[in-house]
């Protein structure tokens, strides 16, 4: 039997790749374990497989219900993101807009500058947003627009404008030539915005934390939370809370890697 052998340029590959993945670990062998031996044995496999960890960490947590709000939120934000963020990108790409130089450079602009918690704060108390969905899809949608423009209008710019005009001859108006022509062949940008979309939204922690504060509307990044306390912290329901949280997103992630992949590839490659 041959050993493989590694390339030398794949070290720093391994390297990383444990560095990102050592911290999976710990949370998974923890959460197989009593709160009393991740005290003396953190590292180390556990000595009784034990999954009542997460069973407890389901009913405590509220997951049934976090689960479902999370979908509802994460679900919206992604259309909205990828309707408006096509919009957009599709006027400033194809159409004569007037104006869309200023706009190109307020979008660029406002990449740049930092967004306070506390203003948001205040106008979801002001707009009577607090403890709704809407309270952090709003945000949500509009916290990497300009971003999400940037990468669509740069892909779109790759389509020959003579198929819009073509599709104009044919009878579609603008709106139909975007849904016919321009989604269809930008596809492979629209999956990496709803991919990075839907990882953002789900993971997203400070503000679902401030703006959802009661357990009806809580996500499943926010019910993480409900496992300790100013006083004590259940480690064992904690890591099973966190197996719960992050599984969704890490299927997600192998079912969709090769399109993943390739957006990026030919996003990078027009961006």
């Known amino acids: 039997m041959s050993i493989p052998k590694i390339n030398w340029?794949?070290?720093?590959?391994i390297l990383v790749s444990i560095y990102s993945l050592f911290p999976m670990y710990l949370l998974?062998?923890?959460?197989?374990?009593?709160?009393s031996e991740i005290i003396t044995n953190p590292m180390g496999l556990p000595s009784v497989w034990t999954f009542e960890n997460y069973s407890n960490a389901w009913i405590q947590g509220n997951y049934s219900v976090a689960y479902i709000n999370t979908i509802i939120i994460t679900g919206t934000t992604v259309i909205l993101v990828a309707i408006l963020s096509g919009l957009a990108a599709y006027g400033l790409s194809h159409l004569q807009t007037p104006g869309s130089n200023w706009l190109m450079g307020y979008l660029f602009i406002s990449m740049s500058l930092p967004v306070g918690f506390i203003p948001l704060f205040f106008m979801a108390v002001k707009f009577g947003l607090i403890n709704t969905y809407m309270g952090v899809i709003i945000p949500?949608?509009?916290g990497g627009f300009a971003f999400n423009v940037f990468l669509l209008r740069a892909y779109m710019i790759g389509i020959p404008k003579?198929?819009?005009?073509?599709?104009k001859v044919d009878g579609c108006n603008s709106l139909q030539a975007f849904f016919k022509i321009i989604v269809p062949l930008s596809k492979p940008a629209f999956i990496i915005v709803m991919i990075f979309s839907t990882l953002g939204t789900w993971n997203e922690f400070f503000l679902a934390n401030a703006l959802l504060q009661i357990?009806?509307?809580?996500t499943v990044s926010a019910q993480y939370l409900s496992f300790g306390s100013k006083y004590?912290?259940?480690?064992?329901?904690?890591?099973?809370?966190g197996v719960i949280s992050v599984i969704p997103m890490i299927l997600l992630f192998l079912?969709?890697?090769?399109?993943f992949v390739a957006g990026l590839q030919e996003g990078g490659v027009k961006f």
């Open 9 to 13: 340029r794949h070290i720093p590959l």
């Open 28 to 35: 998974l062998i923890n959460s197989f374990k009593t709160k």
């Open 140 to 142: 949500y949608v509009g």
């Open 162 to 167: 003579e198929l819009v005009e073509s599709a």
């Open 215 to 218: 357990e009806e509307v809580r």
């Open 232 to 241: 004590s912290t259940n480690w064992a329901l904690m890591a099973a809370g």
């Open 255 to 259: 079912f969709m890697t090769r399109k």
